[in-house]
Structure formats: structure tokens, C-alpha cells
């Protein structure tokens, strides 16, 4: 049975760090493309950040670019969300996603909350 589990949340001053890591099981995993996804409170699901199966060419929401920085261990089979210089606005909860072609398993979400 394919499984994400989001872990890392937690509450955080404006301008802290925080990594998120997302750890999965069941399904191959290096085969996925990985997105990290956040949604806030009132808001739609966005996605933040994305990395290619070998984990080349990541890519990033304008809002977190220079800031964010995703990552993944096929060996672990992990992906991780390092998350720098956090500001209020980046307050949600963080979602992993594995997609490969029609299949798409999701995580629970872990909250972060950037706040003084």
C-alpha cells in the first residue's frame, strides 16, 4: 500500500528555517516525480516546489524561489523541503505528492506556522 508521511512542521519565527521531509513506502519510488504542495487557510492547494525523478531541474513557485530548496534520496526514499528565511505568508499546510503517469498518492500534510 503506497504511503507518504510528511513530518518537520511546527512553529517558527519569521525569517527561521525549517525542513520538512516527506518519507514514502510502497510504491517504487524513484519512478515518481516528487511536489512538495501547500495550501493555507482560505486558500486554494498550490504547489511549491517539484523535482524530476533523478532529482535534476527543480522547480520552484516564484513566491519561495531563492528561499526553498527541494531534495530527494532515492536510496531513502525520501524528499525533503528546506525552508529558509520564512515569512508569515508561508504559513499552510504542507503536502507531499507522488505522481508517475496516472497514478498520484498524496500525504496527510504536515503545518507549519510562521509567526512572532
Known amino acids: 500500500q503506497a504511503q507518504l508521511v510528511e513530518s518537520g512542521g511546527g512553529l517558527v519565527q519569521p525569517g527561521g528555517s525549517l525542513r520538512l521531509l516527506c518519507a514514502a513506502s510502497?510504491?517504487?519510488?524513484?519512478?515518481?516525480?516528487m511536489t512538495w504542495y501547500r495550501q493555507a487557510p482560505g486558500k486554494e492547494r498550490e504547489q511549491v516546489a517539484a523535482i524530476t525523478t533523478v532529482g535534476t531541474s527543480p522547480h520552484y513557485a516564484d513566491s519561495v524561489m531563492g528561499r526553498f530548496t527541494i531534495s530527494r534520496d532515492n536510496v531513502r526514499n525520501t524528499v525533503t523541503l528546506q525552508m529558509n528565511s520564512l515569512k508569515p505568508e508561508d504559513t499552510a499546510v504542507y503536502y507531499c505528492?507522488?505522481?508517475?503517469?496516472?497514478?498520484?498518492?498524496w500525504g496527510k500534510g504536515t503545518l507549519v506556522t510562521v509567526s512572532s
Open positions: 505528492n507522488a505522481r508517475y503517469s496516472l497514478m498520484s498518492y
Open positions: 510502497g510504491f517504487t519510488f524513484s519512478r515518481y516525480t
